[in-house]
């Protein structure tokens, strides 16, 4: 009988010994900073959810394009589906587009490729780097190499090509960077008369398209107002032009405005409030307007301004307080305090050396997309209702995930994505896309 206690009394010391085990090698994992390369494909789920009440005259909620509506006075939470037509593309995730390159053969230079390399503000600092701008095709302004050399974004198989792309990586929304008629950016030529092919590529891809607001010389709140009006105007009708469908059913569009904080809140407040000059709310011409936030002190402008929202868009983790991951729950708190959307920017990685080539302390490395995912996992964390990504094709500042090819010259050796393939990025981005469908299900139902 001893010997029999003996034996009971060790063999339950091993078992406690095992669970405490067990349990203490559980508390030491800790969240990944991604997902590995080797993870499954997650299954697609619909999504639901109920979201906060905007700042507008409808007050209404914000939903994206394609959500099933709740039945009037249901008070359950709606099931809901954020997924394009066939389930594969998904519009809360929103990745910046840039129309802006071309070359020889479709537009009788380069464009862009060639940009200059940007003077430091510093004389002293200006002084000790190269000027000059790049020779294309060898030669580009970029550290990485397109897998489809120097093109044009108005030839025809390069924006097929690009939608097929953004397809691929799952991201429902393209954000095409845009002037007005007209107008460019400094390194640039005008593309406005783009808009309604790339708005057609998308079209035939399953693809929204929303519209980025770049600043420009004299622009302000009533110039804003003209140019959301000129949009709607013109392109408000086609199947591919991206609007969120409110709880109520109201659908409307959404603007991102870049360099916002240029303009004072009291002038947009002439645009963006219920009792402003111009306002825009309760017109045809009501949208969603999202703000770019840098500084702290943004926060509480884009509130007195009337937005409905912020972004943070920087790819350079710690460029600015809005682009520091660690800033999000801060940022994400008080927009759920004041009814705003909070979309935080995730991005592969930054380098921008080529144009800027003082910029170095602000390249992040992408180490194999591991700084890809970190940013990914971030956003995740604070459970947003849309992501953007900067970027598909922004090659200056090195934040595309657009296919690259390894590429060496005899002056140059450019980056590339090597030991992965060219469609690294756009896989990750999958399955981050998938992920972030199937966790929001779970958080929001």
């Known amino acids: 009988m001893a010997r029999l206690r003996r034996r009971a009394c060790i063999g339950l010391f091993l078992f406690t010994l095992f669970v405490f085990g067990t349990m203490m090698g559980l508390r030491t994992l800790k969240p990944s900073d991604g997902f590995p390369d080797t993870a499954p494909v997650l299954e697609l789920l619909p999504m639901a959810a109920v979201k906060p009440e905007r700042r507008s005259v409808s007050r209404d909620a914000t939903a ?10 249901n008070a359950a939470k709606p099931i809901m589906t954020n997924s394009g037509p066939d389930g594969t593309i998904f519009y809360d995730v929103h990745i910046f587009y840039y129309a802006w390159y071309g070359n ?6 380069y464009i862009h490729w060639d940009h200059i ?9 200006a002084s000790s780097y190269p000027r000059g701008r790049h020779m294309p095709p060898e030669d580009i302004g970029s550290s990485f190499y397109p897998e489809l050399n120097p093109y044009s974004s108005r030839d025809p198989d390069v924006l097929e090509s690009h939608m097929e792309q953004i397809g691929s990586s799952a991201a429902g929304v393209l954000v095409l960077s845009w002037y007005p008629l007209g107008l460019a950016d400094d390194n640039g030529e005008p593309a406005e008369d783009l808009v309604s092919s790339v708005l057609d590529a998308a079209y035939r891809h ?4 929303a519209f980025h607001l770049q600043p420009y010389r004299g622009r302000n709140d009533q110039s804003v107002h003209d140019n959301v009006k000129y949009i709607i105007d013109r392109y408000g009708d086609h199947g591919a032009f991206y609007k969120f469908v409110t709880s109520t059913g109201k659908s409307l569009p959404l603007f991102y405005i870049y360099d916002s904080y240029l303009t004072p809140p009291e002038s947009w407040s002439e645009f963006l409030s219920p009792s402003g000059s111009h306002s825009v709310r309760g017109s045809a011409y009501d949208s969603v307007f999202i703000a770019l936030v840098v500084e ?3 926060m509480h402008d884009i509130l007195a301004g009337g937005f409905d929202g912020m972004y943070t868009y920087f790819a350079s983790n710690g460029f600015s307080y809005g682009a520091s991951h660690q800033n999000w729950k801060v940022l994400k708190a008080f927009c759920e305090g004041n009814n705003l959307l909070f979309i935080p920017g995730v991005g592969p990685g930054y380098i921008d050396t080529s144009i800027r080539p003082w910029n170095n302390h602000n390249t992040r490395n992408r180490v194999n997309g591991r700084y890809y995912e970190t940013a990914l996992q971030a956003a995740l964390n604070v459970r947003p209702e849309v992501v953007t990504i900067t970027s598909f094709n922004e090659w200056h500042e090195g934040t595309q995930i ?3 090819a390894p590429k060496k010259t005899l002056t140059r050796v450019y980056l590339d994505y090597q030991p992965h393939g060219p469609d690294h990025y756009l896989e990750l981005t999958r399955r981050w896309v998938e992920e972030f469908t199937r966790e929001k299900a779970q958080w929001l139902m």
């Open 64 to 73: 994206s394009t394609g959500q099933a509506q709740p039945a009037a006075g």
């Open 206 to 209: 399953g693809l929204k398209v």
């Open 104 to 109: 020889p053969p479709m537009d009788g230079k």
């Open 296 to 298: 702290e002190r943004h």
């Open 402 to 404: 657009e296919r690259a």
């Open 117 to 125: 390399l940007v003077p430091h503000w510093d004389p002293k600092i």
